[in-house]
């Protein structure tokens, strides 16, 4: 390896890590390190290989391989050092990175670090189910691995709970593989997931979806022979006398995201209890001062293309603040109001238009979105699967009176 | 003559309008309703006519590292005709090297598409 000091340390090479190394190469920095703990760069883009990538960044249907390979064949193109197989095992807030790979382990002082870490599911440890502890209850994502990688079906009569996009694209996927899907169960009034998952995934093969239910019990010593549901009341309590058994041989679990930020706690970044992402300012630079964070390692996105744009972004600016470009002060916060779980960035300078990302809480229609008091915008519906993206122009910013130090985001009916 | 009417959830965008398309027993189309723009009618008329998807799956490999090699329909194919193209496929076996883009079954079942690879083959 060459000795000049690593300009941007990328850690994680999925859609947000290979675009903030390539980014930043094209910002101008020397000496950009991608470094991934897998076999190979694209993070979890492999084993997504249906279809619905691409269609904002590209203005292209592809699958997750081909969008991935894009990305790929850029960062080969752009003398960006890649570290595979390489587990970082510490970061310091002064950005001391120290890696694990069979050539034993190093400390690298990089000028700049951007965390692209993703997310991982939430297991059944993570959710209140009881029963007994049967092989046969995976993840979707293990599941989705299983199916389209390794070439194993993980069971014949399948019941999935969550309704999020990983749980119906695994329905349809198991469906045409052969498997009987019985059941997706969810615990929300409404399907979690994007509208064209919901209608290509659940309706195209007339899969049966329980409402407003969860699993109360799960049964079989040695495998799993089948789950109890039960109907929620109002308090998401389930109601006696409405339990039924539904006979399956494996369960998926599609119950979440956690982004992963170990790393990001070690180094003493600051993260928002509602996202489990690091706090981030609109030029995704975290409170550890060049130290960048982007993609789902921030929030859950629900496609793609914008994880792609995040990472850009941060690669970007952590190029910058390599070159010597110093922080800038962020003296505005956003704030999550009425009906509005998460605002990402969380904070801005109020000086230059910005993207700004939310989620609401729960669905509506012909609500208005409104940023403090410089902006409202008409929206004929909002749902909690379905991120917003927002701009805030420069005009609308000058808006901002003097002594203003936060925008409080809502997202409520017409009154 | 009797009126049917079928209920088209719109995919367009996140409105998710409910299009209601009513027809007559040749199926010829008698009024489409409840759609917000063009798009919203246009696609509910082509997912009533046919509804037409693109298939993503896998076939497998040998003589390789992978065990599978991930591919798709490059042209949509009707909704209708997805397992068969499942049944089809099952049988078919890759061998590297091959990379996305490739062809892998020409004209499937007839139906105007190619099976093309998504990802890359190696030995």
Redesign the interface.
């Known amino acids: 390896m060459n000795s000049a000091p690593i300009d941007v340390l990328v850690i994680g090479s999925g859609p947000a890590g290979m675009a903030a190394a390539i980014q930043a190469r094209k910002s101008g920095s020397e000496r950009v390190l991608l470094v991934e703990r897998a076999e190979e760069l694209g993070g979890l883009l492999?084993q997504c290989?249906?279809?619905g990538f691409g269609l904002i960044y590209f203005s292209e249907?592809m699958?997750g391989?081909?969008y991935g390979?894009k990305f790929i064949e850029k960062v080969m193109d752009s003398k960006i050092e890649v570290l595979l197989e390489t587990m970082v095992l510490r970061l310091t807030a002064d950005r001391k990175v120290t890696l694990c790979n069979r050539n034993g382990v190093q400390t690298l002082a990089p000028k700049s670090v951007v965390l692209t870490m993703g997310c991982r599911e939430r297991a059944r440890e993570s959710i209140v189910i009881s029963g007994y502890r049967p092989a046969g209850i995976f993840t979707a994502g293990t599941a989705q691995r299983w199916?389209?990688?390794?070439?194993y079906l993980p069971g014949k009569e399948i019941v999935i709970l969550g309704s999020g996009d990983v749980g119906m694209i695994m329905a349809r996927r198991l469906t045409?593989?052969?498997a009987r899907v019985k059941a997706v169960v969810e615990i929300l009034p409404y399907i979690g997931g994007?509208?064209?998952n919901?209608?290509?995934c659940i309706?195209?093969f007339n899969i049966p979806v329980l409402l407003e239910h969860t699993i109360s019990n799960i049964h079989g010593i040695q495998r799993v022979n089948g789950v109890t549901v039960a109907r929620l009341d109002q308090d998401k309590n389930p109601i006696p006398g409405t339990e039924k058994f539904i006979e399956c041989d494996t369960l998926l679990l599609s119950v979440g995201l956690i982004p992963e930020n170990e790393l990001s706690f070690m180094a003493g970044v600051d993260l928002d209890p509602i996202t489990g992402g690091p706090i981030v300012n609109e030029r995704m630079e975290t409170n550890v001062s060049g130290i960048y964070a982007a993609g789902n390692c921030v929030h859950v996105n629900d496609l793609v293309d914008n994880v792609t744009l995040e990472g850009e972004k941060a690669g970007q600016n952590a190029a910058e603040y390599a070159s010597g470009k110093a922080s800038q002060e962020m003296r505005i916060k956003l704030e999550a109001g009425e009906n509005v779980r998460y605002v990402v960035p969380q904070m801005i300078t109020g000086k230059r238009e910005v993207t700004i990302r939310l989620r609401v809480k729960e669905p509506g229609r012909d609500v208005i979105l409104r940023v403090g008091d410089i902006m409202a915008k008409k929206l004929?519906?909002v749902?909690p699967s379905?991120m917003l993206n927002l701009i805030v122009s420069a005009k609308h910013l000058k808006e901002i009176k003097k002594r203003t130090d936060k925008l409080v985001m809502s997202c409520q009916k017409e009154s | 003559m009797t009126k049917h009417v079928s209920e088209i959830?719109c995919?367009v965008c996140?409105?998710?309008c409910r299009v209601s398309v009513a027809a007559d027993d040749e199926r010829h189309i008698l009024e489409v309703d409840g759609f917000?723009c063009k798009k919203g009618k246009e696609y509910a008329v082509a997912e009533y006519r046919s509804?037409m998807?693109?298939?993503?799956?896998?076939v497998?490999a040998t003589k390789s590292r992978?065990?599978?090699l991930?591919v798709?329909t490059n042209r949509v194919i009707p909704?209708g005709k997805?397992?068969n193209c499942?049944n089809y496929l099952a049988k078919i076996k890759v061998k590297p090297p091959l990379k996305?883009g490739d062809v892998i079954v020409r004209n499937i079942l007839n139906l105007g598409s190619d099976i093309i690879a998504?990802?890359?083959l190696l030995d």
Do not use: C, F, W
């Open positions: 492999s290989i249906h279809n249907d699958t391989p081909e390979q199916v389209n990688i390794e070439g045409l593989e052969g994007l509208i064209r919901e209608v290509q309706y195209d004929k519906v749902k379905e | 959830i995919i996140p409105l998710a917000q509804p998807r693109v298939l993503t799956t896998t497998i992978h065990a599978l991930p798709r909704r997805l397992i499942m996305a998504v990802g890359t």
